[in-house]
């Protein structure tokens, strides 16, 4: 297994690492970091993240990995890879996520 990182996931991992750095540059460096190492172990395990509940009706087959108690990894496993399409925000208001995904998925 490998993975592939979507041009919007890596803009979110960005987006959170820069807004973090500017109140906090080492726990943006932490949380960097948990969320890399998190995502990283599906390599090993693809399906350890469940069928996402926002997401479970859309045939791509989206799956999440809660990372810490903040963020969720969006991915999707096709063949060798897991791609990581999003990573989300648990804040937010959940609704949002389809809207965003629509918007941003790269692969159908």
């Known amino acids: 297994m490998r993975i592939v990182f979507s041009a919007w ?3 979110k991992l960005e987006g959170y ?4 750095h500017t109140l906090n ?3 943006a460096a932490r949380n ?3 969320l890399l190492d998190g995502i990283e172990r599906l390599v090993v395990q693809p399906l350890m993240g469940r069928v996402e509940p926002t997401l479970e009706h859309h045939p791509a ?7 810490g108690k903040r963020y969720k990894a969006i991915y ?3 063949q060798d890879n897991v791609y990581v399409v999003d990573i ?5 208001d959940p609704a949002r996520l389809v ?5 941003n998925l790269e692969w159908n």
């Not at 087959?61 to 990372?67: A, T």
């Open 9 to 11: 996931s890596v803009e």
């Open 61 to 67: 087959g989206f799956r999440s990995l809660v990372i």
């Open 32 to 34: 960097h970091n948990k």
């Open 76 to 78: 999707i496993v096709k």
């Open 88 to 92: 989300w925000d648990c804040r937010r």
């Open 99 to 103: 809207d965003e995904l629509t918007d």
């Open 17 to 20: 690492y820069n807004y973090l």
């Open 25 to 27: 540059p080492g726990a």
